[in-house]
């Protein structure tokens, strides 16, 4: 798989998700599996880009490419202008956000409103793809299956992107009515896909191996996006990996490996934003960690508590450390806690029967 010049390691692709996949993050799934991951998005509005906030978000140390930073507006010059500003500094790629439901970016409806307009939208990837062009920057977009139920132009706009000269597509398979309510569907995806030259990847709902395969047999997508279900378990990627590859579970990781990545990503959390914002923050994704662990719910309230990392480090250590002694692999996420305990004594590379999950799509 290829977006423009830059050949991927795979086709699971971590989902932007402003305020979860930063740096630390994104880095964390790639480690583990995942082959391409988009930065949160960055306004296009020049007088915040020296905000803490954007420096954040544009912070790509030691991250391996293709560094891929996505931007966030509704007026073209500036887009463009915000597209040359992160290719200046370091962008490989830019991605367009169409995507996004977020109600006002810039002050206006920005994000998947602005597939109301296509007009608007279009002149936005003509301007940005303009501004690429110099450097070789490829221009990719995301965006929903459009506006609304009766509004769905998700076909029309990815063509006239591609006409533009946009190298792929990436298509949540709900409108933006839906917010992140009811289901994705996956046939305007399929159809994205069946019409387009360039790579098209399929988002949305995808929270097992079982449901990427079935996503992509469905829509018959270069990829998939993963976002939701990565958090807490950026081992997803390589579970998804294998079950692609072998038709296998692999078997959930043990919880020492579990305390090892947790604790390693804290540390890189607290270095990206500091130790104040860094210990309010890092709450989240431990949280998301331990979701439906034993002892979660009291584990999260005197966590929750703590306000320094030595604190939150020591707090996350004894959680785990504990929990190790009732068992020594993650009880598989939505299965029956008792089905840690007869992966007890399997290795990395073995290979656990994990329940079926139902595929609905
Ligand atoms: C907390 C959160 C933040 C998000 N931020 C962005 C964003 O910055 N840009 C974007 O294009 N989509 C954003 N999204 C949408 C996701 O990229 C993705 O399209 C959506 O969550 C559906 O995928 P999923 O079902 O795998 O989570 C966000 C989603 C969530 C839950």
């Known amino acids: 798989m290829f977006i423009g010049p830059f050949a991927l390691d795979n086709g699971l692709f971590v989902a932007p998700m ?20 988009v930065s949160e998005m960055v306004t296009s509005r020049p007088d915040l880009w020296n905000t803490l906030k954007t420096s954040r978000r544009a912070n790509h140390d030691g991250e391996p490419g293709p560094i891929a930073v996505q931007i966030a507006g509704t007026d073209a010059a500036m887009m463009a202008e915000a597209a040359r500003y992160n290719v200046d500094r370091g962008a490989q790629i830019i991605d367009i956000n169409m995507g996004c439901p977020a109600k006002k970016v810039c002050n206006k409806w920005a994000g998947s409103a602005l597939m109301q307009d296509e007009s608007l939208a279009l002149s936005i990837i003509d301007a940005v793809v303009q501004a690429c062009a110099p450097s070789n920057v490829p221009v990719t ?13 998700a076909l029309s706009i990815a063509l006239a992107a591609q006409d533009a000269g946009v190298q792929m597509v990436t298509v949540h398979g709900r409108t933006r009515e839906q917010g992140y309510k009811g289901h994705a569907e996956y046939d305007t995806i399929a159809a994205v896909k069946a019409a387009l030259r360039i790579p098209v990847v399929a988002n949305g709902d995808i929270s097992s191996p079982e449901k990427a395969r079935a996503v992509l047999q469905r829509t018959g997508a270069d990829a998939i996006m993963i976002g939701r279900a990565a958090q807490g378990q950026p081992w997803i990627f390589r579970e998804i ?16 490996e579990v305390k090892r990545l947790l604790i390693e990503h804290l540390h890189d959390h607290y270095s990206l934003y500091g130790e ?29 508590a703590l306000e320094d990392s030595a604190s939150q480090l020591a707090a996350v250590g004894h959680y785990l450390d504990r929990l190790n002694t009732e068992m020594d692999r993650i009880p598989v996420r939505g299965a029956d806690a008792t089905c840690a305990k007869e992966n007890r004594g399997a290795t990395g590379a073995d290979r656990t029967s994990a329940p079926r999950m139902e595929v609905a799509l």
């Open 18 to 37: 402003a305020g979860v996949t930063d740096r630390p993050f994104r880095q964390l799934c790639k480690r583990l599996g995942a082959g391409y991951a």
């Open 141 to 153: 977009l995301k965006m929903r299956t459009g506006w609304c139920q009766s509004h769905k132009n």
């Open 241 to 256: 990996a294998h079950f692609l590859s072998t038709g296998e579970h692999l078997a959930p990781p043990l919880v020492s």
């Open 276 to 304: 104040f914002i860094g210990v309010r923050s890092a709450r989240k994704h431990i949280g998301w960690y331990v979701h439906s662990l034993p002892g979660a719910e009291a584990f999260r309230q005197e966590m929750n």
